[in-house]
């Protein structure tokens, strides 16, 4: 037993070593093992050298590939919900559309009781056609109104021509009964002073009592054409009176015509005024007829109806009736880090995972938000305190399909997604 202990030591590689550092030789089976130990261990080393090379190699193409693009989690499908209000107050009379289903544009959705607006524009037409008429009149008055003015002006000064000359008429008339006086008075005169002198020349009958007679029935005649030149001198005095009165008058109506312009004036202004009416009851019309088209809510775009009314409700203006989303319109809004954004610019692709549907849309990166998620909240944050933290920022992207990526219509606004952005 001792002697195979010893014979198993003196073929270990321990004692082959010793054996060797003093000098002898080793055996034959000593050296064949290690010469295999030798192989195993380089085998082994160019084996762990050429697993950490591989590992490399794919760390540098996974490393190089994760450096192509940029993704997050924080991503949602956004677009535009159109609210449909009324316009008008009333009565809903039909809801032509229920939730969720899908209309084109200009679809009718509800009606609203249009009698109410139906009467307003037939008291609207009634009004425009009566401001009508009364323009048209307005406007007939003008150009006889002007014509009226021109002949009444010529008319009175002519009129004011013919009361002068018959002033002057009149006056030469006076100025002749006057004459007429004078010369009757004098004959008168001289009457008297024959019948005084035939009188003293009959008493002492120097003179027939015949030419006595007719001295006195001259002197008498005489005295009475006194009488009727007097008579005929105050008539005419009368008729130059009347004749400054008339034209007095006269004046008073060339003064009178020659306001005719203003008056052509006042008529073209109500004329005016006529025609200014006329479009105001045109525009009530307008709008009356408005008002009645507005009893109609029609779809503004084609999409998926969520509807907020029903028959029987009295609805005001301004009130939301229903919301149309349009899906042919839909993107995305990705918030990455701000520390993502170094290499990121419009154009560059994207593909967009969608997690309800497991599958892969194409789009682009369209724009880049001015400022970040938190500066758009009801409350944005104030940096300038004493215990501030850095926190870093998300700022929202605007990623666009590609077109005919969405043909489908199976987005839906708010749905989660993953965008990755490839920068390189």
């Not at 010793?18 to 084996?47: H, Q, V, W, Y």
């Not at 950490?52 to 989690?73: C, P």
């Not at 005169?189 to 006595?212: G, H, I, N």
Request: aromatic share 4%.
């Amino acid at each position: 037993m001792a002697e195979q202990t010893q014979i198993d030591r003196a073929d270990t590689p321990t004692e082959n070593i010793s054996a060797t550092a003093t000098g002898e030789m080793p055996s034959p089976k000593l050296a064949k093992e290690r010469e295999i130990a030798t192989k195993k261990r380089s085998r082994l080393g160019l084996i762990v050298l050429g697993i950490v090379a591989v590992l490399a190699i794919a760390g540098f193409f996974v490393w190089r590939y994760m450096n192509r693009y940029e993704d997050t989690d924080d991503a949602q499908v956004d677009g535009h919900i159109n609210n449909v209000s009324a316009r008008v107050s009333g009565y809903v009379l039909k809801v032509n559309v229920d939730d969720n289903q899908y209309v084109q544009k200009g679809a009718v959705l509800v009606e609203i009781d249009p009698r109410d607006y139906q009467v307003a524009l037939e008291r609207a037409k009634a009004e425009l056609a009566d401001a009508q008429a009364t323009a048209q009149a307005m406007n007939l008055n003008v150009p006889v109104e002007t014509i009226g003015t021109t002949t009444q002006v010529s008319t009175s000064e002519a009129d004011l021509q013919v009361t002068e000359a018959g002033v002057a008429a009149a006056q030469g008339q006076l100025n002749s009964a006057r004459a007429q006086l004078q010369q009757a008075e004098a004959n008168n005169a001289r009457a008297q002073a024959d019948v005084a002198r035939y009188s003293a020349l009959v008493a002492k009958d120097e003179v027939s009592r015949q030419l006595y007679d007719q001295a006195e029935a001259t002197a008498k005649a005489g005295a009475a054409a006194v009488e009727g030149a007097r008579a005929a001198v105050a008539a005419t005095e009368q008729q130059v009176a009347q004749a400054r009165s008339r034209v007095n008058q006269a004046q008073a109506a060339v003064q009178y015509s020659h306001t005719g312009p203003q008056q052509v004036a006042a008529t073209q202004a109500r004329a005016r005024a006529a025609i200014a009416a006329v479009q105001q009851k045109k525009a009530a019309l307008d709008q009356a007829q408005l008002d009645l088209d507005y009893c109609t809510v029609v779809a503004p775009v084609a999409g998926v109806v969520n509807k907020r009314v029903e028959v029987g409700m009295n609805v005001q203006p301004g009130q939301t009736l229903l919301a149309v989303v349009p899906l042919e319109d839909v993107w995305v809004t990705a918030n990455f880090k701000e520390t993502q954004l170094g290499r990121m610019k419009a154009g560059q692709r994207a593909t967009i995972a969608v997690d309800a549907y497991g599958r892969e849309y194409q789009g682009h990166v369209e724009s880049i938000a001015g400022a970040t998620g938190a500066q758009f909240s009801l409350l944005p944050p104030e940096n300038a305190t004493g215990n501030y933290v850095k926190v870093v920022q998300r700022i929202p992207v605007k990623i666009v399909l590609d077109a005919g990526e969405n043909n489908d219509h199976l987005l839906r606004l708010g749905m989660s997604v993953e965008p990755k952005v490839w920068v390189r």
